[in-house]
């Protein structure tokens, strides 16, 4: 097949483009520098110049599928911004696959579209949950503005399908990233001890389950898709601190309420410094990250063939060699 992928640079993109290329498929990569050009050609791909935000007509080649995985994520900042990268550059993208007969359009959603604003867990989700597209979080109400496009835009000839992970983890995910940072500097602190379920999906099966959607599945329906093991919060931050020579014993934890609270502020005061980046805790981030949150992918494993090969202790060590553990002496 000849496939275009969006965000082929990122995490899921630069572990997506080789496994696509090695499995005998012509793959093209949006791209928007020179520097994202070489790195998909390092990849084994193709760069198209394209530029999802800009008032510039999209000009693909003649083309089988498309994979969309790019997509603006923060946990704060203004609305705006989100909405015209991610839901606006999904339509656009849409009406570009169409104009040069897209077969196989395969969107990655987000879990997270099924929470709602007031902190709910949630446990066992299948698909036909409500999604919030006015959510707080202009993130998770982008994303499910625009997932809600791309199911819309089932045609006869043109099958549109959603993935929905959750949070997506591999070497070089924002979590492994900030984690040694936050803990050094005293910002990272377990929300009701994390003790709590929840669902995961390594980036290897999520490129798993976007081999399966390129082929199999009814068109204009979403999947949540997930790692095998299950696991909680606390389990899941002490195997990614391992790797990286950090214990979590002797983390601090706060209530929820109290982060929510405290996210809040911080968020507000971050928009009347009008900072960049985001702040240390963030609603959003308390609300992705501080409930129970479990998904059922029985669907996926039915209708796509899924069934999530990379296992944690797989996963975990595709980071690379552990370090021993160094202890924290910060109180709980």
């Not at 099966?205 to 898709?225: D, H, K, M, S, Y």
């Not at 059922?296 to 595709?318: F, K, P, Q």
């Amino acid at each position: 097949m000849k496939i275009l992928i969006t965000g082929g640079t990122g995490l899921l993109g630069s572990r997506l483009l080789p496994t696509l290329v090695a499995a005998g498929h012509q793959v093209f990569a949006l791209v928007r520098s020179a520097s994202s050009s070489d790195r998909v050609r390092e990849l084994g791909a193709y760069p198209i110049d394209g530029d999802l935000e800009s008032n510039a007509p999209l000009v693909l080649p003649e083309l089988d599928a498309v994979v969309h995985a790019a997509a603006m994520f923060r946990f704060s900042g203004p609305r705006s911004p989100f909405f015209h990268a991610n839901v606006d550059g999904t339509a656009k993208l849409l009406a570009a696959a169409k104009r040069v007969g897209v077969a196989n359009f395969v969107y990655i959603s987000a879990a997270g579209i099924i929470m709602d604003d007031c902190g709910t867990p949630t446990r066992n989700a299948v698909e036909n949950a409500p999604t919030y597209a006015d959510h707080f979080s202009a993130y998770l109400a982008s994303k499910a503005q625009a997932e809600r496009i791309v199911l819309a835009a089932v045609a006869r000839g043109f099958r549109t399908i959603a993935l929905r992970p959750p949070i997506i983890w591999g070497p070089g995910d924002p979590l492994s990233r900030e984690l040694p940072r936050a803990v050094e500097s005293g910002q990272f602190a377990f929300i009701d001890r994390g003790d709590y379920a929840f669902s995961t999906c390594h980036v290897d099966n999520v490129v798993e389950a976007i081999q399966c959607a390129l082929t199999r599945g009814e068109g204009g329906r979403a999947n949540f898709i997930a790692d095998q093991e299950p696991t909680t919060f606390r389990e899941f931050v002490a195997a990614i601190s391992g790797v990286q020579g950090i214990s979590v014993e002797g983390m601090r934890s706060m209530p929820y309420w109290l982060a929510s609270f405290a996210g809040q502020v911080m968020d507000a005061v971050w928009a009347l410094l009008r900072k960049d980046s985001d702040p240390p805790l963030s609603r959003s981030m308390v609300r992705m990250i501080g409930r129970e949150f479990t998904v059922n992918d029985g669907a996926a494993r039915r209708e796509l063939g899924y069934i999530g090969l990379t296992s944690r202790d797989e996963g975990l060590r595709s980071y690379g060699v552990t370090k021993p553990s160094v202890s924290t002496s910060r109180s709980s």
